[in-house]
């Protein structure tokens, strides 16, 4: 079992920045990868990032270039490092832990953060 917690949502203006954080813990051991996805209201939920192993780093079209997913494995902790907001990015986030080399296909979700960025 692996249990993933977010943290860090909020309400920005175009422009601005957030941070969440995805506390995970239970079975964490070898090779994984965690990622994050997003759901905005009416759409299906997608892939945002993903980091595995290795700390090779994977971005959707959309977000690439303002934002930067990173982990402290010491903690189990993971990060979303979100720039340049823009009212699309308005959505509900979620953390998610894969299978290694099956980053975007996850078995275990955090509970979601909802991340809301007005015009």
Same mark, same amino acid.
């Given at each position: 079992? $692996? *249990?993933?917690?977010?943290s860090g949502g909020g309400s ?6 957030l941070r969440l954080s995805c @506390? ?7 090779? +994984?990868?965690? @990622?994050?996805? *997003?759901? %905005? ?5 997608? &892939?945002?990032?993903?980091?595995? &192993? ?15 997913? #990173?982990?402290?494995? %010491? ?8 720039? #340049? ?5 308005? %959505?509900? +986030? ?6 290694? &080399?099956?980053? +975007?296909?996850?078995? +275990?979700?955090?509970?979601? #953060?909802?991340?809301? $960025?007005?015009?």
């Amino acid at each position: 079992q $692996v *249990r993933l917690v977010e943290s860090g949502g909020g309400s920005v203006q175009s422009g601005g920045s957030l941070r969440l954080s995805c @506390a995970a813990s239970g079975y964490i051991y070898g090779d +994984y990868c965690l @990622a994050w996805f *997003r759901q %905005a209201p009416g759409k299906e939920r997608e &892939g945002v990032a993903a980091i595995d &192993g290795d700390g090779s780093t994977t971005y959707a079209d959309s977000v690439s270039g303002r934002f930067t997913i #990173s982990q402290d494995k %010491a903690t189990n902790t993971l990060y979303l490092q979100m720039n #340049s907001l823009r009212p699309e990015d308005t %959505a509900m +986030y979620y953390c998610a832990y894969a299978p290694e &080399g099956a980053c +975007y296909y996850p078995t +275990y979700w955090g509970q979601g #953060s909802q991340v809301t $960025v007005s015009s």
